[in-house]
């Protein structure tokens, strides 16, 4: 079976931070992979998308990027964090040809 | 993108069944339906999904209508542990991306 995990669980940062979030996938090869974001009492918002290693899109400006090293491995990442990018983080995957996709426990981000 | 329009709360008796309404009347003819739920703090779940007709699994039943400008996701005997905000989503497809749009979907409260 397929699991999916972000670390860390929560995190509580200063502005002006560096950040790195990291989602991996079990039981599966060759996923989609996909970051999202959830304010305070607001919907998903999707940041980052990947098809392949090495292969990112981005859906909105921002200060955040994301790389993934390996097949399995999602990583979202800041050089300086804002206030504003504090947020409830979630990771998901599909597996390709099919239409659903499953999400990670996510990550509590504060930043102060 | 199509999108999506769904009531920001509503109640259920524990034991009774839950309709939830989505409005999608800008869909498009090759779009489907998926619902998603979020359990509070946790990461969204999928549901179920469909295209043209009614569909049913071990959580739910889907009914879309004939122009299916809307659908309704159907609860048939809730319980508290149903309590959560419930994602009507129509998926957009970009290639082999197959992102999904989040709204602030409807907040359901079983009660006892």
């Known amino acids: 079976s397929q699991t999916i995990h972000q670390w860390p669980a929560t995190l509580v940062q200063p502005v002006g931070s560096p950040l790195s979030l990291e989602c991996t996938v079990e039981g599966t090869s060759n996923p989609n992979l996909y970051w999202y974001r959830q304010a305070a009492g607001r919907g998903l918002q999707l940041l980052f998308y990947s098809v392949g290693i090495g292969q990112i899109s981005s859906e909105v400006p921002q200060n955040l990027s994301a790389s993934r090293p390996q097949d399995r491995q999602f990583i979202l990442s800041s050089k300086k964090l804002l206030l504003s990018d504090s947020g409830f983080y979630l990771c998901?995957?599909?597996?390709?040809?099919?239409?659903?996709?499953?999400f990670g426990p996510g990550t509590r981000l504060t930043v102060l | 993108d199509a999108k999506t329009t769904q009531p920001p709360s509503m109640d259920c008796a524990e034991g009774r069944a839950a309709n939830l309404p989505c409005n999608h009347s800008t869909i498009s003819g090759n779009e489907y339906v998926y619902w998603y739920r979020q359990i509070h703090s946790q990461g969204p779940q999928y549901i179920i999904h469909?295209?043209?007709n009614n569909e049913t699994n071990e959580m739910a039943s889907l009914i879309i209508t004939e122009d299916r400008k809307s659908s309704t996701l159907i609860l048939p005997h809730a319980t508290l542990r149903d309590t959560a905000v419930y994602y009507c989503i129509v998926r957009v497809d970009t290639g082999t991306a197959s992102k999904l749009t989040f709204g602030t979907g409807t907040r359901l409260q079983v009660t006892l």
């Open positions: 998901a995957w599909r597996r390709k040809g099919t239409d659903t996709q499953y």
């Open positions: 469909g295209l043209k």
